[in-house]
C-alpha cells in the first residue's frame, strides 16, 4: 500500500541545513501494524508527514497505491488526506469551542456530507471508542484520554483505510495509552493499516512490525 524510495528531506534554516531524511527506503503492506520507534530527532514525525502528504520530499518519492504523490496537486493531496488517511496527533488538536461530536464531525463537513448524516456518522465513531456518554463534552470538560479518544474518532470519521499516530499515546497515562492500543489493534483487525511513531519500547511491541530509525536512515 505504501513505499518510500530513497526518500529525503532536508530544511534549510537561514544558511542551517538540517537533513531529516537520509534516503529511507520502506514498504508497508495493506491491513500491516507497523510502528517506528527511535529518540527524538530520528526523523520519525518527518517520515509520518511525508507518508501522510503534510509535507513533500527534497528528493525520493513516497508511493500509496502506486501513485507518486510527489506528482499530484495540493488538490490532489487534500483529496487523499480527506478521504483516505486519518491522523491522530499527540497534542490532540481539537478545537476547544466545539464539542465531542462537532469536533469528530468536522473534517466530514469539509467531505461535503450534509449535516443529518455526518452528525450520524459522528456519533457512531464517537460510539465505536467508548465515549457514548461524552458525546456533548468539550475538551476541557474531558481527561487526556478522553480527549485521545475523541481525536481518534476524528481519525475515522471519513473511513479511511491508513491510520496514522504521531505519539498516540504520548501525553496520556499509561492505562488511557494501552486503552488507545486497544482500540488501534481493533481497528486493525478490521483490516486498516496503521503506522504509529513512539517512543514507548512497550507500545511498539503491540504492533505487528517495529522499524528503528537513528539520524534521519531506517536501520532495520
Do not use: W
Not at 173 to 180: K, L, Q, R, S, V
Request: glycine share 10%; aromatic share 4%; proline share 3%.
Amino acid at each position: 500500500m505504501i513505499r518510500t524510495e530513497n526518500l529525503t528531506k532536508v530544511y534549510r534554516m537561514g544558511e542551517v541545513e538540517v537533513q531529516a531524511l537520509r534516503d529511507v527506503n520502506l514498504e508497508i503492506q495493506d491491513g500491516e501494524f507497523i510502528a517506528i520507534i527511535g529518540p527524538s530527532g530520528s526523523g520519525k514525525s518527518t517520515l509520518l508527514n511525508m507518508i501522510g502528504c503534510l509535507d513533500k520530499p527534497t528528493s525520493g518519492a513516497v508511493l500509496i497505491d502506486d501513485i507518486n504523490t510527489g506528482k499530484l496537486s495540493e488538490n490532489e493531496l487534500a483529496e487523499i488526506r480527506r478521504e483516505k488517511i486519518g491522523f491522530i496527533f499527540q497534542q490532540f488538536n481539537l478545537i476547544h469551542t466545539l464539542n465531542a461530536l462537532e469536533n469528530v464531525a468536522l473534517p466530514i463537513f469539509f467531505a461535503g456530507v450534509r449535516r443529518e448524516k455526518r452528525l450520524k456518522r459522528a456519533e457512531e465513531q464517537l460510539v465505536k471508542v467508548g465515549l457514548e456518554d461524552r458525546i456533548y463534552h468539550k475538551p476541557s470538560e474531558m481527561s487526556g484520554g478522553e480527549q485521545q479518544r475523541v481525536a481518534i474518532a476524528r481519525a475515522l470519521s471519513n473511513d479511511p483505510e491508513i491510520v496514522i499516530g504521531d505519539e498516540p499515546t504520548g501525553n496520556v497515562d499509561t492505562e488511557a495509552g494501552n486503552a488507545i492500543m486497544d482500540i488501534l489493534e481493533g481497528l486493525n483487525r478490521e483490516g486498516r493499516t496503521i503506522i504509529v511513531v513512539t517512543h514507548d519500547a512497550d507500545i511498539a511491541a503491540r504492533a505487528g512490525r517495529t522499524k528503528r530509525m537513528r539520524d534521519g536512515k531506517v536501520l532495520d
